[in-house]
């Protein structure tokens, strides 16, 4: 079946980096576009970043911009979301999300927390 599985997250001081993976199973990796959310308590979930099947087209919110790094290794299934000099506003719990036209798959999340 359909598993994309975060892992990576935990506590971090400001200004630290965190790296998070996603590993993907049970559809083609390759075809789809990949995407990370994340979602603060009490706010929406917002779209942090975002990568297409081929690497050829890459989107950062204003809100991470410089500071995080999106990458995909179709090899080993998995895509990447590098944070460097992370805020306390940066907490949140992260989501991958695998999309086409056609499907869109969730993971569980990854809990990121930013705090001295």
């Known amino acids: 079946q359909v598993q994309l599985v975060e892992s990576g997250g935990g506590l971090v001081q400001p200004g630290g980096s965190l790296r998070l993976s996603c590993a993907a199973s049970g559809f083609t990796f390759s075809r789809y576009a990949m995407r990370w959310y994340r979602q603060a308590p009490g706010k929406e979930r917002e779209l942090v970043a975002t990568?297409?099947?081929?690497?050829?087209?890459?989107y950062y919110s204003d809100s991470v911009k410089g500071r995080f790094t999106i990458s995909r290794d179709n090899a080993k299934n998995t895509v990447y979301l590098q944070m460097n000099s992370l805020k306390p506003e940066d907490t949140a719990v992260y989501y991958c999300?695998?999309?086409?036209?056609?499907?869109?798959?969730w993971g569980q999340g990854t809990q990121v927390t930013v705090s001295s």
């Open positions: 990568i297409t099947a081929a690497s050829s087209n890459i």
């Open positions: 999300n695998a999309y086409t036209l056609f499907n869109n798959y």
